[in-house]
């Protein structure tokens, strides 16, 4: 399976900043996600990250918000505009990956946020 | 009906037990079905994965599907304290989007 690695691992931010986080694999991939995951719950797929075009978002998700680049195979970014605390979780990268015959999904390690 | 759903538990079974974890699918995910292990603070790693109807086995582990029912299910073998985690489980749909469960907490008593 690819190797995955995300930047930063963990944040503090105040109220009203934004931040990037960085999510490189050490493959070309087709298909890169990013998930939220708050306290507690399971994963919520924020949006797919499309190499070349702008990534698609899911349902109440926005660009404004969460803008993404995806600039090759390789690497993406996922920005959190203008947080609030109800945007601290576990922000995860994830890549699709042909294992076996199966599309299979690998995650990064995560980065967890908090916002004060 | 959503597209996952799982017990969320929490399951309890003591060490050397076998722990038995259970899904239900909805008829939009019906391709490929998988388990994934994540412990506290971690994220997310895959177990195994399953796509046709009947047992697969790794080690431990055994990951059952029942099509005709829409279950898939994964038991511990020998459960050790090290398998305490939360289990997802995920199905994927015809354009390969993921749906996960929203996890069961599994803890192994010594």
């Known amino acids: 399976s690819a190797v995955i690695s995300q930047k930063p691992s963990r944040d503090i931010c105040q109220r009203g900043t934004s931040l990037t986080i960085q999510c490189q694999v050490d493959?070309?991939?087709?298909?890169m996600f990013w998930y939220r995951q708050q306290p507690g719950q399971s994963l919520t797929l924020i949006a797919t990250?499309?190499?070349?075009?702008?990534?698609?978002?899911e349902s109440g998700f926005v660009i404004d918000k969460f803008p993404i680049s995806r600039p090759n195979l390789t690497f993406s970014t996922l920005t959190v505009s203008n947080m609030s605390p109800e945007d601290s979780s576990i922000y995860l990268c994830?890549?699709?990956?042909?294992?076996?015959?199966?599309?299979?999904?690998?995650f990064g390690p995560g980065t967890r946020l908090t916002v004060l | 009906q959503k597209e996952v759903e799982q017990n969320s538990g929490p399951l309890s079974v003591p060490e050397g037990a076998i722990a038995s974890l259970n899904c239900t699918y909805s008829d939009r995910v019906s391709q490929s079905f998988f388990w994934y292990r994540q412990y506290s603070g971690k994220s997310p790693e895959l177990i195994m994965s399953?796509?046709?109807?009947g047992d697969k086995e790794d080690g431990r582990f055994t990951a059952q599907l029942n099509k005709a029912s829409q279950y898939v299910s994964l038991l511990i073998r020998d459960s050790q304290p090290s398998d305490s985690a939360t289990y997802l489980c995920a199905a994927s749909d015809t354009g390969n989007q993921f749906y996960f469960g929203t996890g069961t907490s599994l803890t192994v008593i010594p």
């Open positions: 399953i796509y046709s109807n």
């Open positions: 990250a499309n190499q070349g075009s702008e990534a698609t978002y």
């Open positions: 994830s890549v699709d990956s042909l294992a076996g015959g199966t599309d299979t999904q690998y």
């Open positions: 493959s070309q991939v087709t298909m």
